[in-house]
């Protein structure tokens, strides 16, 4: 799985919907103005909507509310985890090769999914942060034809 922490990092930062300097990112990364573009690129190709202003710096078009792990539990019964991955392949296939580790009721949930795939296997992109992407792991005690 890839790395995503730095522009994850980046987006926490750019989440209040404010203006942030190139120059106070890239110190506040240790990395150039440059490396900071590179991360914005990454940014826009995840569909997250920035302006850039000469001498103001970078900002999201609109603020971002991220998923935190603790806010989502507090809705939960604790019987099965919930996995939150920010940047995943595909919360479903995240799954399916879990199979044997998951306990029923486990869900994994993303705020962007680089190889998404909707009815009939079709690929689909959806922006970071713009919808729940949720995969949900469940065990049966009995078949269909049980019923």
């Not at 850039?52 to 985890?81: E, M, V």
Request: proline fraction near 5%; aromatic fraction near 10%; hydrophobic fraction near 35%.
């Amino acid at each position: 799985m890839k790395n995503f922490n730095q522009p994850l990092k980046l987006i926490e930062l750019l989440a209040d919907g404010k203006f942030h300097s190139g120059e106070a990112l890239g110190d506040y990364f240790g990395i150039s103005r440059m490396a900071i573009n590179k991360q914005i690129k990454i940014l826009r190709s995840w569909g997250i909507h920035l302006t850039s202003t000469p001498h103001k710096g970078y900002c999201l078009d609109r603020p971002l509310q991220l998923l935190k792990l603790a806010q989502i539990n507090t809705y939960c019964d604790g019987n099965a985890p919930v996995l939150l991955i920010p940047v995943i392949d595909s919360t479903n296939q995240y799954l399916l090769n879990q199979i044997p580790q998951l306990t029923s009721g486990t869900a994994c949930v993303a705020e962007y999914q680089t190889n998404g795939r909707g009815r009939r296997g079709r690929q689909w992109f959806s922006p970071f942060g713009s919808n729940l992407y949720l995969s949900l792991y469940w065990c049966f005690n009995q078949g269909p034809a049980a019923t």
